[in-house]
């Protein structure tokens, strides 16, 4: 168990539609980051927050978005949503803005697996 | 869970043998490289990782090697047992604090 908690674990949901993901970062962790794993594009990073704050930002389509909350945790916003958006959406965190270590890495979450039909 | 990366590259080892999984990482900048495990229907857990200023790290049962020459970057896994069997991904941190994952190697212990 990495601490990472995310919710809900499996969602199924049509087009169109709107969903909302959520994490729970590792207690102590200040940074949160989103990524989004299809079977045919791997780990792809989507966005990073820090202590509340937008950090750095990847491939993330203008329909989604992301907000890190007082308390840490973050929510991963889904909308206008298509078929190509099913895949596993993992949370990550860190203690640090810049992990370099094993005492300040990456953990990853169990994921949330959201199907578009 | 259903699995992903179904076109993945496979490497089948017999239990108790010895594994060595490869990583070729794009960017001769990047600075700090980490080994997940992911097992079907579960998130990337970690195991390793390494810094650019070191060539070799070792954990339990786990090696982690770094050739900065040609980029490339190696994990060992020491008498692999049939609980190793999973995806395993090479990440590295460029262009500052993102990090950008390898397209993942399945390994398969044959008993």
């Known amino acids: 168990d990495s601490g990472v908690t995310q919710t809900p674990k499996h969602l199924i949901t049509a087009t169109g539609q709107r969903v909302t993901l959520r994490c729970s970062p590792r207690?102590?962790?200040?940074?949160v980051y989103w990524y989004q794993q299809s079977l045919d594009q791997g780990l792809q990073f989507l966005i990073q927050y820090y202590n509340g704050e937008e950090r750095a930002k990847g491939n993330i389509l203008e329909r989604f978005s992301a907000q890190q909350f007082p308390d840490l945790h973050s929510e991963l916003n889904l909308s206008s949503l298509e078929l190509g958006d099913s895949a596993l959406y993992f949370c990550?965190?860190?203690?640090?803005?810049?992990?370099?270590?094993?005492?300040?890495?990456?953990?990853f979450g169990e994921g949330s697996w959201l199907t578009v039909v | 869970g259903e699995s992903v990366g179904l076109h993945l590259p496979t490497l089948s080892v017999q239990e108790g043998d010895n594994s060595i999984i490869n990583c070729a990482y794009s960017n001769s900048a990047s600075d700090y490289f980490i080994w997940y495990k992911q097992e079907s229907g579960k998130g990337p857990q970690f195991i390793i990782d390494i810094r650019s200023n070191m060539d070799k790290r070792q954990g339990q049962r786990v090696t982690v090697l770094l050739n900065k020459t040609v980029k490339h970057l190696s994990l060992q896994i020491a008498a692999t047992q049939p609980g190793d069997s999973a995806v395993y991904f090479c990440a590295e941190r460029n262009y500052g604090q993102n990090f950008v994952f390898g397209p993942g190697t399945r390994l398969s212990v044959l008993p």
């Open positions: 990550a965190s860190s203690v640090d803005l810049r992990p370099a270590s094993s005492g300040n890495t990456i953990y």
């Open positions: 207690s102590g962790d200040l940074s």
